[in-house]
């Protein structure tokens, strides 16, 4: 069976602190994606990464990065000099690398920036 | 940039009523999904849908509900007799392929009184 786990069920920063969002995964799958999505205070869903079980390499975008490890199964999102936009709640989720999926969502962390 | 877009953003209803809440992938998407979110709580994946049938449904997706692909570009969800606990928001998604990226419309907050 799969899981997800984010601890953290809600974070408040002040505007400019970076912010780490732990996400710990379970699966018995070798190969898989982990997805980190958004939801705004509106409700949408929000994608902003899809990672490869094969690929550990971090990744950047702007003021995101991710830390994935495979040998600690975390999927770690990092937002660094967060901004009052930022405040959402943030999802972290899981697919089995075969076929037509559905993915696995953790519970999610509610993330308050404070002005 | 296309979107799923999903209709109507808001709906009430009367227990035991039939709603059917709509969505309209991105064009040349494959592959739907359905998925709710009690409020406050985690989303969770309700059908899968390809090639006009279901790939796969969870545990929650009972006999009260149904999924249809209508036309070419309509994907809707159907419930036929609603519950208390069926108050949630529900998500529809879509992608070009079965391993690729789900993108998630706006979602419909369904209430049932």
């Known amino acids: 069976a799969q899981k997800v786990t984010q601890a953290q069920t809600e974070i408040s920063v002040v505007e400019k602190e970076d912010v780490t969002l732990d996400c710990v995964y379970e699966?018995?799958?070798?190969?898989?994606?982990l997805f980190w999505y958004k939801q705004p205070p509106s409700g949408e869903l929000v994608f902003l990464i899809r990672?490869?079980?094969?690929?550990?390499q971090n990744e950047i975008s702007g003021r995101y990065s991710w830390n994935f490890q495979k040998s600690t199964s975390s999927f770690n999102f990092t937002i660094t000099a967060s901004q009052v936009v930022d405040s959402a709640v943030y999802f972290c989720?899981?697919?089995?690398?075969?076929?037509?999926?559905?993915?696995?969502f953790g519970k999610g962390t509610r993330l308050s920036v404070i002005a | 940039e296309p979107e799923v877009t999903q209709t109507p953003s808001h709906q009430v209803t009367q227990m035991g009523q039939e709603v059917i809440l709509r969505c309209v992938p991105i064009?040349?998407?494959?592959?739907f999904y359905w998925y709710r979110q009690i409020l406050g709580q985690k989303v969770e994946f309700l059908v899968s849908?390809?090639?006009?049938?279901?790939?796969?449904k969870s545990e929650i997706f009972d006999d009260q509900f149904s999924v249809e692909r209508p036309d070419g570009s309509n994907f809707t969800l159907k419930i036929r007799s609603t519950k208390l606990e069926d108050s949630a928001m529900y998500f529809c998604?879509?992608?070009?392929?079965?391993?690729?990226?789900?993108?998630f419309g706006p979602g419909t907050r369904l209430l049932v009184l």
């Open positions: 998604a879509s992608s070009s392929g079965g391993q690729e990226t789900q993108y």
């Open positions: 699966t018995r799958d070798t190969t898989y994606y």
């Open positions: 990672r490869n079980s094969f690929d550990e």
């Open positions: 989720a899981l697919r089995r690398n075969s076929g037509n999926t559905p993915l696995v």
């Open positions: 064009s040349n998407h494959l592959y």
């Open positions: 849908f390809y090639n006009n049938e279901i790939s796969e």
